[in-house]
């Protein structure tokens, strides 16, 4: 295997991580609206956002990828591709976060809910100032694991045709006739950025456990 | 936008096919996963400081990698090394590596949740190592390990769809290929999330209950 195809890879792992972070990002805004929905306790906002958290959990990711790939379309949006890519794993990731933070929300002291209400925080202001930051410290942990289990899972959107690392090995090595080289190096970058990953967490929930609740 | 999901209805039967394939390929990749990966998980924890460095890398790679890559590397990286395979030994093997990896590292995890204090208690009533794997361990962790087991399970039944890549004739290989045909791919989709939607919600229905049962014999935190 030459040292051009190896930069190819390199190159096609920035569009995989370009696609994970953003997908990670509009699937935290998501999440913390279902999670909105979910605290509510009015069954018209939390029954939605139970289906969804379902479903989205329930149904594998390559066939939510094919299901939003042709469903778009029939609806009248054509869309390109990638759209549909990121719009797939930001729901799915959506689902499993709104899932992890709800055990953080659970575990948010209820004193300090009550305390923010005798200080006169309103339920909104109580909601983003002191439920959001505590739930979201106490899932930290998940939620890496969580970034690990999108980039892991971005290499199914090869199967709508965006070139990402996977698709960029599965061209090569039908192309060089190189498949056992071509596919350990694309195992091996995404093996280097999960552990980058984990090691930012780690990182960084060490910086947070100084300031405890 | 014209929803006609009778045109797949039609196809039960082979619709049926592809699930029976799934169920199988499914059932088949947590026996292999739970067998091999309660072996690597024991070889770890009682085989020593080199086995338990080889057998952890080894898990850690299968972890940190995608599964597709992994069937990839085995379905396209295979003849080239001898290893020529049809898709549905393919799939099973990759599923059960796969899985034996996971399942290693929720029964490790068990192990050191057993109190040590336990082990000890085995060891001054004169058990032999073996017994106190046998008749301590091994019941205490089955407590431990059942909720991340199931939910392992679930997350199999998933990554089993990536399968239908190698055209392993299981339910979503199936299903899309029946709504090609039939120029119904919406509703065949669609269809073959609920048919998956159904049976997650069915298995976590299941192991909650074991969960349940189980959790009554469930052993002090001392």
């Not at chain 1, 972070?21 to 279902?34: E, H, N, P, R, T």
């Not at chain 1, 959990?57 to 094919?66: A, D, H, K, S, T």
């Not at chain 1, 039908?174 to 999960?194: N, R």
Request: glycine share 8%; aromatic share 8%.
């Amino acid at each position: 295997m030459t040292f051009k195809i190896f930069t190819l890879l390199l190159q096609a792992a920035v569009s995989t991580i370009g696609i994970s972070l953003v997908s990670i990002a509009i699937g935290f805004v998501i999440a913390i609206l279902l999670s909105a929905a979910n605290l509510s306790g009015k069954a018209i906002y939390s029954a939605p956002a139970r289906v969804f958290v379902s479903f989205f959990r329930g149904v594998p990711l390559l066939v939510q990828l094919l299901l939003i790939y042709t469903l778009l379309p029939a609806i009248g949006l054509n869309v390109p591709s990638i759209v549909a890519a990121i719009v797939g794993l930001s729901l799915c990731t959506a689902a499993y976060q709104a899932e992890n933070l709800r055990g953080g929300f659970a575990s948010v002291p209820k004193g300090l809910i009550e305390a923010a209400e005798v200080t006169g925080l309103s339920p909104r202001q109580t909601f983003f100032r002191i439920r959001v930051p505590i739930a979201l410290r106490l899932t930290l942990p998940a939620l890496v694991n969580e970034a690990i289990m999108i980039l892991k899972s971005s290499s199914l959107v090869s199967v709508v045709g965006i070139i990402e690392l996977t698709k960029m090995a599965q061209d090569l090595a039908s192309s060089t006739y190189l498949p056992i080289p071509i596919f350990l190096s694309a195992g091996l970058i995404y093996l280097v950025i999960c552990s980058v990953i984990a090691l930012i967490g780690r990182y960084a929930e060490r910086r947070l456990a100084r300031t405890s609740i | 936008m014209i929803f006609n999901p009778e045109v797949i209805i039609e196809k039960l039967p082979e619709l049926a096919n592809g699930l029976l394939v799934t169920i199988l390929l499914w059932v088949a990749g947590i026996a292999g996963g739970v067998v091999l990966g309660f072996l690597v998980a024991t070889a770890r924890r009682f085989g020593g400081f080199v086995t338990n460095a080889v057998l952890g890398s080894i898990v850690e790679v299968l972890r940190g990698t995608p599964f597709l890559i992994q069937i990839f590397l085995l379905y396209y990286g295979g003849p080239f090394v001898g290893l020529m395979l049809d898709p549905i030994p393919c799939g099973l093997i990759g599923l059960m590596v796969y899985s034996a990896a996971c399942y290693s590292e929720i029964f490790r995890a068990g192990f050191g949740a057993v109190p040590a204090g336990h082990v000890e208690a085995a060891g001054c009533l004169g058990m032999t190592r073996l017994q106190t794997i046998r008749r301590i361990q091994i019941p205490e962790m089955a407590v431990i390990v059942l909720p991340p087991a199931v939910n392992l399970s679930v997350i199999l039944l998933k990554e089993s769809a990536v399968l239908s890549i190698i055209t392993v004739p299981e339910l979503t290989a199936t299903v899309s290929a029946i709504g090609s045909q039939q120029y119904a791919y919406l509703e065949a989709i669609f269809i073959l999330a609920v048919v998956y939607w159904v049976l997650v919600e069915l298995t976590d229905r299941i192991g909650r209950l074991a969960e349940y049962r189980l959790s009554r014999l469930r052993f002090s935190k001392a």
